[in-house]
């Protein structure tokens, strides 16, 4: 039996499968399939409607390509742009991978249970499709890959599955936006990503999520980190969600992997965010660091954070802080778990408000209640993240500046 | 000019300021003295506008206007700064970016060259006092008020905690922000140049090393919130040394009854 019959086979047994935790989505009140969307031309690409090249934007996606390594953009369920302009790196459709190369059934699946829940059941049954994106050894990305997940059709269910390999001694930096059209107002976005970092390689992905307020998205994710690899992952939710679950798991697998999770999340009302992150670090020198950062504006949030130090000679970090601006909840679950002598291990979490003190002090110095407490939240959300490329870092500072109107 | 009137003050309940009258004419600057505890913070406080520090009775007046009860930052855009002596942390916020809001967000402020002078270019990508110590504290308040150029300027404890080599630097600072430097150069009469001065300044200090650089026109100490007054720093700082606050008090006290104060 081919081994995609062995997938579907366990898929089908967990289609019925409730996920460990976050809200139960009943999959079936969505639609699965949506007319093939036309592809587009690197100049039909610039020329979208405004109104869709500045989503894009918002989720860092630019339409220009200027400053961006290669394109990889698909709207509803299928690909509609999907192109590299640097030699070492490959974006492929994951369809076009699973019809053409043996070498991806190293990949899929392989690091997320295909039978873990309902959800990567369905992205494993009803695939719409998803890319792989590979640097090959040695090559390094000079501007960064960019993808894009774009929700048009209403009431859709979009089931992706992603796979990112990065090759030994390369360099990759990927930057991806989820975002839905003004006329989407409900769905479900499942999307399963697979990342593999090998031996001395250097990934960094950047997500940054647009959804509509009655969406559920249920991202699945797992990363492994060979010798010497660095593993960095920034996540960035700004706008509001029905609901968000997710908590990707990283293992680091060779001594003095590294990985490190930046996390940047606003609750809106109505809007519950359940994100984490695992890293399970299990060779000396691995380092491990979550770094998570959130505003509720109303909206519930639940930040998850768990270390799991399996080697000795391995320091691993976990921060957690909480804002609450405009009511809301903000629950921190921190949890660090040392397995043998010598790990170390510490965490840091904190929920409060904005110190009177603060505003103050900035009043003292010209601004006025409103400037001074704009001016705390930004620096609140501002984490210095080493080792990121100027071009995403101005992304993340672009989002952060434009929920500034929300949170205020 | 900045005027107080009979000032009473409370903190959480506490009548920390009793009576207080204060009038700082322009090209004045006036040093406060004080054991701990006895209130010369919460005068600057006040005057600044925090509003914890409750005003029962009495009136803040400065250039003319009532600010009793006017919130801090119009109180700065009127030209009141500060050098606090002890600000909080802000994360995330640069000190870079907090030298071009206290300059008003002007566009083509030199950061840079403002910072050279308080020696502090190193600590520009720093977030606001994260992990300052107390010296670096003080030349990061100094850059702001730099920034800001305020008409009164308060110090509170501008140098303790400051080292030699760097004291020189905060005297010189303060020397220039208050407009008290001497141009023997200039085609002005010294004399003239002193009248000139408009800058107010009100610093609080425990050694008076601060003196050995700016020019005082007055001393005043505040003893358990009760503010008494003489016309020369030098003469408090003596008497405080010699005979200790609650006897220089009283002296001073005394002095002021057969002045016919
Ligand atoms: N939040 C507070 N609650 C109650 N009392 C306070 C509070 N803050 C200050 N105080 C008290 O108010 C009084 C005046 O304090 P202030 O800071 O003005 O003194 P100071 O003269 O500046 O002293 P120092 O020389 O030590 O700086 C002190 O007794 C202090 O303990
Ligand atoms: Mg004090």
């Not at chain 1, 081919?2 to 996920?19: C, G, M, N, P, T």
């Not at chain 1, 989505?25 to 090249?53: F, G, M, N, V, W």
């Not at chain 1, 003095?256 to 399970?280: C, E, K, N, Q, W």
């Not at chain 2, 977030?127 to 107390?134: A, E, H």
């Amino acid at each position: 039996m081919h081994i995609r019959e062995q997938f579907k086979e366990r898929a089908l047994k967990a289609v019925d499968k409730k996920a460990a935790i976050g809200e139960d989505i009943d999959l079936s009140q969505y639609d699965k399939e949506a007319p093939p969307p036309k592809p587009l031309t690197d100049e039909e690409l610039c020329a979208l409607p405004q109104i869709e090249r500045e989503l894009l934007a918002m989720a860092g996606i630019d339409v220009t390509e200027k400053e961006r390594g290669g394109t990889f953009f698909q709207k509803n369920v299928g690909v509609v742009h999907c192109d590299v302009k640097q030699e070492g790196i490959e974006v492929i459709p994951l369809k076009v991978a699973l019809e053409k190369y043996d070498w991806i059934w190293d990949y899929y699946w392989k690091l997320v249970p295909v039978d873990a829940d309902k959800y990567t059941a369905a992205a494993e049954l009803e695939l719409h499709d998803g890319y792989v994106i590979r640097a090959l050894p040695g090559s390094k990305t000079i501007y960064p890959i960019q993808a894009c997940m774009f929700m048009e059709k209403d009431n859709l269910q979009q089931n992706v599955h992603n796979i990112i390999i990065a090759e030994e001694d390369s360099e990759l930096h990927i930057i991806t936006g989820c975002a839905t059209a003004h006329t989407t107002k409900r769905g479900a976005h499942i999307g399963i990503s697979e990342f593999f970092v090998k031996k001395n390689a250097k990934l960094s992905f950047t997500m940054i999520h647009n959804w509509a307020e009655n969406m559920h998205v249920r991202p699945r994710s797992a990363a492994q980190v060979e010798e010497g690899g660095l593993f960095l992952n920034n996540y960035i939710c700004m706008k509001p969600v029905k609901s968000l679950q997710m908590y990707p798991t990283t293992h680091l697998v060779g001594p003095d992997a590294v990985a490190r999770f930046y996390t940047i999340l606003v609750g809106s009302p109505g809007s519950i965010y359940d994100v984490g992150g695992r890293i399970v670090l299990n060779y000396p020198g691995n380092r491990a660091e979550i770094v998570s950062r959130a505003i509720s504006n109303g909206g519930t949030i639940i930040a998850r954070g768990h270390l799991i130090g399996k080697s000795p000679d391995i320091k691993a970090h976990l921060e957690c802080r909480g804002l609450i601006l405009n009511g809301g909840i903000i629950h921190a679950i921190p949890e660090l778990e040392g397995h043998v002598d010598g790990v170390e291990m510490s965490h840091e979490a904190a929920v409060g408000k904005i110190a009177q003190e603060e505003i103050f002090y900035l009043m003292a110095r010209g601004l006025n209640e409103d400037e001074a407490t704009a001016t705390i939240v930004r620096g609140f959300l501002n984490v210095d993240i080493p080792g990121l490329p100027p071009q995403l870092k101005a992304e993340i500072d672009k989002a952060i500046e434009e929920s500034d109107k929300d949170v205020m | 000019m900045l005027v107080i009137e009979d000032l009473q003050v409370e903190l959480a309940g506490k009548l920390i300021l009793k009576h207080i009258d204060m009038e700082i004419k322009p090209g004045e600057t006036h040093i406060l003295f004080g054991p701990n505890g006895s209130g010369k913070t919460s005068l600057l406080m006040t005057i600044m506008g925090y509003p914890q520090y409750k005003v029962v009775s009495g009136k803040i007046y400065f250039k003319g206007v009532d600010i009793t009860n006017m919130p801090i930052n119009e109180r700065a855009k009127m030209g009141i700064g500060m050098s606090f002596q002890r600000p909080p942390t802000i994360r995330g916020l640069k000190i870079r970016q907090l030298v071009k809001i206290c300059s008003g967000n002007g566009e083509n402020m030199d950061v840079e060259a403002l910072a050279r002078a308080v020696n502090f270019v190193d600590f520009l990508d720093r977030d606001v006092n994260d992990g300052l110590s107390g010296g670096e504290i003080k030349r990061s308040e100094l850059l702001q008020l730099m920034a800001q150029n305020p008409d009164l300027m308060m110090f509170d404890e501008p140098e303790s905690g400051v080292d030699l080599e760097n004291m020189e630097l905060v005297g010189k600072i303060i020397a220039h922000l208050l407009e008290q430097e001497i141009h023997p150069k200039s085609t002005k009469p010294i004399r003239l140049q002193k009248r000139e001065r408009r800058k107010m300044g009100l610093i609080i200090t425990h050694t008076g090393h601060i003196m050995n650089y700016i020019t005082a026109s007055k001393g005043q100490v505040l003893y358990d919130g009760v503010l008494s007054c003489v016309e020369n720093p030098r003469e408090i700082l003596k008497c405080i040394a010699n005979i200790g606050y609650e006897e220089c008090v009283r002296c001073i006290l005394e002095n002021n009854l057969r002045n016919g104060h």
